[in-house]
Structure formats: structure tokens, C-alpha cells
């Protein structure tokens, strides 16, 4: 008995083409890097203090890549490692948000803290915002061939149930056929992920979704990626720095009474 080589027995490659690109980088408009610091600098003159707060970034239908302004929710807790975000709360906001409008991440800040990366808290957070908005900023991003061992073709009206049982899968053709090729839509979605501090730090991730729509084959992948700044004309005006200054007075609390397991975590 003569073996195959082993580049012989190796599974064919997949055939794919590329359909288009997820963002590389992070995309935020002068408007809203301003106002994420604004919201540092409003908590410590409200509150006399500095706390940890978190919000969402946001884009819009039409650009869904390009982080056009912060939403504020009610932070329940204003500490570190301790804000979880639930999919409930994401959905509320989402639903208070003009129709145009599209959460496309999250940012948060870790405040005065020396801590300046994801925590562990932050990056189960990370997964769920991505779950969360992935139908939303999904796209196709490829067409990748489903290789199937023992595909069985059978004609339209003339087989039997028998006929039916046999391979792993079933082409039913009008014609008779003796080759095919099954190309399946991957999309791919995305989700932003940033972290801040009050001396002005930040850094950010782009989390990943593939979804192959037969297969059902889903990956999940993160990379640390560059914030870019881009001018849109829009400035943080002095009246838009008093709406957020009531946003910051009743959306961020401090809280004095930090949970026991939140002292042990650090
Ligand atoms: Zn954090």
C-alpha cells in the first residue's frame, strides 16, 4: 500500500474572498475627545472628588465607524473594577438615543488610579458590549466556501427518502449536476473599547466578530489599536458644557461605600 505525501492528505484551503475591511483603528471626532475629559474635570468640581465612571461611544448608521459623541448613562457604581455592564442597560440606552444614532462601543474611565489598562471586570464588559451591538455594526466582510466531505447531489422530484439518508449533505438540483461549490457569507462586526484617565491617558482596543451565516463558525479576536482624532467642525460649547454638567451631577454618584470584593481586588 503506497501512503499520500502529507501535503497530499492536508484539507484543502477554503476558497475566500475578501468582501470589505472592519475598522484598523479608532476613528473620534475632536467634539467628543474634549468632552470625555470635560466629563473627568466636571466630576471633580461637582463632586470634589475623583471617580471612575463609564459611557458609551457612539457613531451613526451611516457612519458607523467614526465615534462622533459620548453617551452618559446612569452609572450605578463609580468604582473600578466593579462597574459590570448588562446587556438590559445597553439595550435602555440604546432605545433613548434618536433612530440615527448607534452605540458603537464603550469607554470608561479609571479616574486619579495608577491602574492604566483593562482589568479583568473590563474586558467580560468588553464581550458583552460586543454581543450586544455586533448585529448592529455588522457587515459582510467575506465569502468563504463551506468544504463539505460526502456532499450527495440528487435531482428534484426523483429520489427517495432512503436516497435522503445517505451523505452529510444534500444538494437537491433541478438538473443534474456532478460538482459544486458552497460559498457561505462571513460577517464580521465590531466593537470599541476605551480606557481613560484624568491626567489625560487613554487606551483602546477593537474587539472582533466573525459569523459565518451556514456554518454558524463564529471567531471572536481583539487587538490594541491607535485613538486618531479627527476635526468634524463640531466644538464643545460653553452651553453644551452646562447640559453636561447636569448630566455629570445626576448620572455619576459618588459612592462612599466601596463593596468589600472590590478591596480585595485591588
Ligand atoms: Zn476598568
Excluded at 469607554?107 to 464588559?125: P, V
Excluded at 458644557?241 to 466601596?258: F, G, M, R, S, Y
Amino acid at each position: 500500500m503506497r501512503f499520500k505525501s502529507l501535503s497530499e492528505l492536508k484539507r484543502p484551503k477554503p476558497y475566500e474572498i475578501f468582501l470589505a475591511n472592519l475598522p484598523q483603528n479608532i476613528v473620534m471626532s475632536q467634539y467628543a475627545k474634549t468632552k470625555t475629559f470635560k466629563i473627568n474635570e466636571l466630576i471633580l468640581t461637582i463632586h470634589g472628588d475623583s471617580f471612575e465612571w463609564y459611557g458609551y461611544t457612539l457613531g451613526t448608521k451611516d457612519s458607523p465607524e467614526l465615534i462622533i459623541d459620548i453617551g452618559l448613562p446612569k452609572n450605578d457604581q463609580n468604582l473600578l473594577d466593579y462597574t459590570i455592564i448588562g446587556s438590559k442597560g445597553i439595550a435602555e440606552f440604546q432605545e433613548s438615543l434618536p433612530g440615527y444614532t448607534l452605540i458603537n462601543g464603550w469607554i470608561h474611565s479609571h479616574g486619579a488610579l495608577q491602574y492604566k489598562h483593562f482589568s479583568n471586570t473590563d474586558e467580560k464588559n468588553n464581550l458583552t458590549v460586543l454581543d450586544f451591538i455586533s448585529t448592529r455594526t455588522r457587515k459582510p466582510i467575506a465569502k468563504r466556501e463551506i468544504i463539505i466531505q460526502d456532499l450527495v447531489f440528487l435531482l428534484k422530484d426523483r429520489f427517495t427518502e432512503k436516497d435522503l439518508g445517505k451523505g452529510s449533505a444534500t444538494l437537491i438540483t433541478d438538473g443534474p449536476i456532478t460538482e459544486a461549490r458552497i460559498m457561505e457569507t462571513v460577517f464580521g462586526s465590531f466593537c470599541y473599547s476605551i480606557v481613560i484617565g484624568d491626567e489625560g491617558w487613554h487606551k483602546q482596543k477593537i474587539y472582533f466578530q466573525e459569523k459565518g451565516v451556514l456554518s454558524g463558525q463564529t471567531s471572536v479576536n481583539s487587538k490594541e489599536v491607535d485613538l486618531i482624532f479627527a476635526d468634524t467642525g463640531k466644538t464643545l460649547t460653553q452651553s453644551d458644557i452646562q447640559v453636561l454638567a447636569k448630566e455629570v451631577e445626576e448620572k455619576i454618584q459618588p459612592n462612599t461605600d466601596p463593596p468589600p470584593e472590590m478591596i480585595e481586588r485591588m
